[in-house]
């Protein structure tokens, strides 16, 4: 199994001089199968160059979205798969009580905000809410969980071949803890990131704009570390880095923690265009 | 332990914050926490106390209706919403981990998660009257 980071971004697209090392498009990741089977997680800006390299032999695409925000969704127009006449695409997204995926998608995929009805594409496309348990996608076992974040939000752990890949982008499990990190059984996020061979986290916010940021989902890079340290992950990924943050202060991030700790895991930037093997 | 879902960690957090007894059961009857406030009601810390099994909780907290009578447990607004997956509310009587007996307004209700999952339920305690040796 491959990852590789297409949009590290939260919140909203920053593209520029400054921002050129970490990336400017917002989340999406790539989940290459040992057999070719492709999963995108979120569907960010940065599925738009993701696009430019799918095979044109590929007969089916999954994306799975961990939440509707619109910086997890605003590439989801721009992925050449949806135009490929034939190409079986399926979106996966967290359950709604009231309206189902496709009505919650089409608010944006239709005009005006988009010129395109979804009944148009000529793809194969399938909506599912994703199940939150385990489930299988093309032999690759998936399990979603329901995380700390503003809205029904799902985290996604990816298994193959005993290796696995744990993605939660928005995930605040420090919000209203006592002390955090708490017992394992009630920390959010815990289940499905334990032991994970990856980990790719929320970090972003400086522990002092936490402070002023508290509820709005998200994680200060300590308390992203602290997860990681809780639930034994092997190498911890920093993502969705905030949009006010370039290279330098995104880079001086991830020093100031190795420097804090002394932690039996790595802790790497993340970095658009990145790749990692399992 | 496995860990429980998002939905009763945020109730524990917010619950963790209030100032009225707040008590949560799992889905499967189980006690799995009670806030500072309740803990003067039932008697005991939490911390001491611990997470309580569901076939433990009737011979713990002996319950009767207000006039002392007995009372049926599936009558309790915290067996309502956690078996019949409603509001309930009920005034009663039950023996606290002190060994007081108290008065109480019980509010509860179910939590029901996305996808239809029935998670728990929580339960509101308010004290009616001092409890008086039992």
Known sequence: ?278 | MPQQPIELILTRQWASYLAVPVWLMSENGHLVYYNEPAEAVLGRRFDEAGEMPAEELATIFQTTSEDGSRLDSDSLPVNIALLERRPAHLRHRFRALDGQWRLVDVSAFPIEGQGGRHLGAVAIFWEVEPGAEG
């Not at chain 1, 399938?126 to 399990?143: K, N, Q, W, Y």
């Open chain 1, 1 to 278: 199994m491959d990852v590789t980071l297409w949009g590290t971004r939260g919140s909203l697209a920053a593209p520029g001089p400054e921002t050129a090392g970490y990336g400017g498009n917002t989340s999406c990741v790539e989940v290459r199968g040992a057999e070719g089977q492709l999963l995108i997680l979120d569907a960010g800006t940065g599925i738009r160059p993701l696009s430019a390299t799918l095979d044109p032999e590929l007969r089916r695409v999954d994306i799975l979205l961990t939440h509707l925000h619109m910086d997890h969704i605003q590439g989801l127009g721009f992925f050449a798969g949806l135009y490929k006449p034939g190409l079986e695409v399926h979106v996966w997204g967290p359950p709604s009580t009231t309206l189902h995926l496709r009505d919650r998608l089409a608010r944006y995929l239709s005009p005006p905000l988009f010129p395109v009805q979804m009944r148009d594409l000529p793809s194969r496309l399938t909506l599912h809410d994703v199940p939150l348990s385990d489930f299988e996608i093309e032999g690759m076992a998936v399990r979603a969980s329901l995380v700390c974040h503003p809205g029904p939000t799902v985290g996604y752990r990816i298994n193959e071949n005993g290796k696995s890949a744990v993605y939660l982008p928005d995930h605040e499990p420090a919000l209203g803890a006592r002390r955090f990190p708490e017992d394992a059984d009630w920390t959010s996020g815990f289940d499905l990131a334990q032991g994970a061979d990856i980990l790719i986290h929320d970090t972003q916010y400086t522990p002092g704009e936490y402070v002023d940021h508290i509820g709005w989902g998200h994680s200060s890079l300590p308390d992203a570390v602290a997860f990681a340290e809780k639930v034994a992950a092997k190498k911890m990924v920093t993502f969705h880095h905030d949009p006010q943050h370039d290279d330098a202060i995104l880079a001086r991030m991830v020093e100031d923690v190795r420097r804090a700790t002394k932690l039996p895991f790595s802790v790497i930037g993340g970095t658009e265009g990145a790749t990692f093997a399992l």
